[in-house]
């Protein structure tokens, strides 16, 4: 899986001296407000879950066989992680089309509605006077002429919140996949991710012998975890001292933690170092199992590195109390 992800995606400063970012507060100023740390509360980066994410959806689409529902509960990180894994799978599989669908609120047996929600997969929307045999059609025709434009002979469709369709909803995107497989040999496999509801939706679905919709859509379910130990932590951790695989601003060589604390770093800190006390911190403040999200784990940091900004002599008893003081701040999740 390449790494390389927030250089190529950050805003145009390659005209950006890097003595001047590290020095010149002004411009120091303006770039921090557009570092994707703080501007994206999804900033994706590595994580051995994502990775492991990764290698299971690369093999499936590989060899064109499966589908997969990766589970969890709230905020433990699976649509970042979808979102980083769907980026770098595009990257990977030119000759695929992959459509990205959130599954938000059950349409019960209203077939037009659910129409509306496949729309902003070629980002349109509906016509209100549409019926639901007119949308289903241009649907396909949408997702065929996508896929013909790539040459591709295969839609990956990543799912998310997958646990809000019914069997009614699975059977009618099954129809539409149906017709491009049968009449265009265009196949068409499913990625998603959903809440821990997904266990009790394919126990229903089996007491109702709909197990060609568990096939389609939920053959495999994966649970995902946040991160349960200091050695995941650290693995989190070291791409902020990476500036080959996450650099800020492009095109200077500077790492996330060497922009918000450049003296410390000049001095040696590294935040991946820091991954057995962030852990035993987190463990202090724990109220379940240590299993702690990423939305979590990713805002203690950014609030970490403005405590240390202000205190970049990193004397240790002074770097475990802003740990303290970032795990409080972070939402508890």
């Not at 902020?240 to 800020?248: L, P, Q, R, S, V």
């Not at 410390?264 to 202090?284: I, K, M, N």
């Not at 299993?291 to 590195?305: A, E, L, P, Y």
Request: net charge neutral.
């Amino acid at each position: 899986m390449n790494d390389n992800a927030s250089c190529s995606r950050l805003p145009a400063h390659a005209s950006v001296d890097r003595v001047a970012a590290l020095s010149d507060e002004t411009l120091r100023g303006r770039l921090r407000n557009e570092h994707p740390l703080i501007v994206d509360t999804d900033c994706l980066m590595y994580t051995p879950m994502v990775q492991e994410i990764y290698d299971i959806c690369a093999s499936a689409i590989a060899n064109r066989t499966g589908s997969f529902v990766f589970t969890g509960r709230k905020r433990v990180g699976k649509t970042r992680a979808m979102r980083l894994v769907f980026w770098e799978l595009e990257k990977a599989f030119p000759e695929v089309l992959f459509l990205r669908v959130i599954a938000t609120g059950r349409y019960d047996t209203k077939e037009r509605g659910f129409y509306e929600t496949l729309y902003a997969t070629f980002n349109e929307e509906a016509d209100p006077r549409d019926r639901a045999e007119v949308r289903r059609q241009t649907i396909r025709k949408a997702w065929l002429s996508a896929a013909r434009a790539r040459r591709a002979n295969c839609i990956v469709l990543c799912i998310d919140e997958i646990q809000d369709w019914g069997p009614q909803e699975m059977t009618w995107l099954k129809g539409i996949g149906n017709h491009l497989e049968e009449y265009h040999r265009v196949g068409m496999l499913s990625i998603a991710a959903g809440s821990e509801e997904v266990a009790q939706r394919t126990r229903a679905l089996a007491s109702q012998t709909r197990g060609d919709l568990i096939g389609r859509f939920m053959a495999t379910i994966l649970p995902v975890h946040g991160f349960r130990s200091a050695d995941e932590l650290e693995a989190y951790l070291v791409g902020f001292d990476d500036a080959e695989k996450y650099c800020y601003p492009p095109g200077t060589g500077i790492s996330y933690t060497e922009f918000f604390v450049p003296i410390a770093y000049l001095g040696g800190f590294r935040l991946a170092t820091q991954a057995p006390a962030l852990w035993r911190v987190l463990c202090e403040f724990a109220d379940r199992e240590h299993d702690f999200g990423m939305q979590r784990v990713s805002s203690t940091v950014k609030t970490f590195f403005n405590l240390l900004a202000h205190d970049q002599q990193c004397a240790s008893e002074n770097v475990i109390e802003h740990w303290r003081t970032a795990v409080q701040a972070a939402p508890n999740v």
